[in-house]
C-alpha cells in the first residue's frame, strides 16, 4: 500500500464462493447462508485523498454510478458521518473486477475505502468497529477486512476464518448478461429450509473432493440461464477439477493447481469465447 499524510493507495481482490448453501429466510427477508470464500488475485486499485469538502468518485467504469448509488460512496459517507475529522475525501477507482459478476467487487472496494477513511482520520475506528459499520452497508462487506479464507453464516456477515490447501488458479468465465442477487434469492422457495453443518477449520479440497464445490442458487439461475451449465461443461473440457458458479453469479470459476493449467484453459476459453465478448482471465487463490 502506498501512503502520504493525506493519500492512500490500496488494492480490493474480488472473491469466490467454494461453496454457498442456502439455510432458508429468516424474519427479516433475508436469507441464512453458509459459505466457504476465499479471495483470488483479482484486483481494484483504490486511492482516496483528503479534500476539502465533500465525496468525489471517478472510475473508468463508465456503467458505475458515481454518487450515493455507489457502496463505496455509501461507505466514505457513512464513516465520515461519524467522524468529522476529515471534511472530504476524493476516491478513484480503477476497476478490473468485473461489476455485478457474483465477485464482490462493489462490497471489497467498500471495504478498502471504510479502512482508508479511517486512515486518514487517525484510525479512529477498531477494525470490529469497521467490520460493524460494513455489514450495515452488505453481507460480504466484512469478509474484506480479513484477507484470508473464512466460513461465513448468518446473512454472510459471521465469519469464522479457514485454512485452505492446498494452492491453486481459477479460470474465471464471466457472461454478458447481468444476474440480479435480489431476483436470485427472491426465486428461492420460502418453505425450502435447512440446518447448516459444522463448519471446519481446515479445508483440503484434495480430500474432501469436486463435491465440496457447491451453490445452492445454481439450482435457481441454470434453468433460466443455461450457459452457466455450458460454461461449466466447457472448464471441465478444458481441464478443471471442479467448476462453480460464485455467489449469485453469473461468474463461473473453474479450479486448478497448476498454473501452467489454468494459464492454457484460459488462453483456449478466451478464443471459445472472443465472439461473446465475455470476461476470461486466471486469478490465484490468497490462501
Known amino acids: 500500500m502506498k501512503s502520504e499524510s493525506n493519500l492512500f493507495v490500496r488494492q480490493a481482490p474480488a472473491k469466490i464462493n467454494l461453496c454457498l448453501e442456502v439455510l432458508g429466510r429468516r424474519p ?4 441464512d447462508i453458509q459459505s466457504l470464500m476465499c479471495p483470488i488475485g483479482l484486483f481494484d486499485r483504490i486511492t482516496v485523498r483528503v479534500a476539502e469538502e465533500g465525496i468525489a468518485l471517478r472510475t ?3 456503467e458505475l454510478p458515481v454518487d450515493s448509488r455507489n457502496l463505496a460512496f455509501q461507505a466514505a459517507a457513512l464513516l465520515m458521518s461519524k467522524n468529522s475529522s476529515v471534511p472530504g475525501v476524493s476516491i478513484e477507482l480503477d476497476k478490473q473486477i468485473p461489476s455485478a459478476a457474483g465477485l464482490g467487487g462493489g462490497s471489497a472496494d467498500a471495504a478498502i475505502v471504510l479502512s482508508l477513511v479511517n486512515e486518514l482520520s487517525a484510525g479512529s475506528c477498531s477494525s470490529a468497529e469497521l467490520m460493524k459499520i460494513g455489514a450495515a452497508l452488505g453481507s460480504d462487506v466484512p469478509f474484506f477486512f480479513l484477507n484470508r479464507p473464512a466460513w461465513a453464516t448468518g446473512r454472510g456477515e459471521e465469519l469464522s476464518p479457514a485454512i485452505v490447501s492446498p ?8 457472461p454478458s448478461f447481468p444476474i440480479s ?33 457447491k451453490n445452492d442458487l445454481e439450482e435457481v439461475v441454470i434453468p433460466r440461464h443455461r450457459e452457466i ?6 472448464l471441465a473440457l ?5 467448476s462453480l458458479m460464485s455467489g449469485s453469479g453469473p461468474t463461473v470459476f473453474g479450479v486448478f493447481f497448476e498454473e501452467g493449467a489454468a494459464l492454457e484453459a484460459r488462453d483456449s476459453l478466451q478464443r471459445e469465447y472472443r465472439s461473446h465478448g465475455w470476461f476470461v482471465d486466471v486469478a490465484q487463490a490468497l490462501l
Open 60 to 62: 473508468n467504469d463508465p
Open 167 to 174: 494452492p491453486f488458479w481459477v479460470v474465471l468465465v464471466k
Open 238 to 242: 478444458a481441464g478443471a477439477w471442479g
Open 28 to 31: 427479516d427477508g433475508y436469507h
Open 181 to 213: 442477487t435480489a431476483w436470485v434469492y427472491s426465486q428461492w422457495p420460502v418453505e425450502k429450509k435447512k440446518m447448516g453443518q459444522p463448519v471446519p477449520g481446515a479445508v483440503d479440497l484434495l480430500v474432501q473432493g469436486p463435491s465440496i464445490l
Open 229 to 234: 451449465g455450458l460454461i461449466k461443461e466447457s
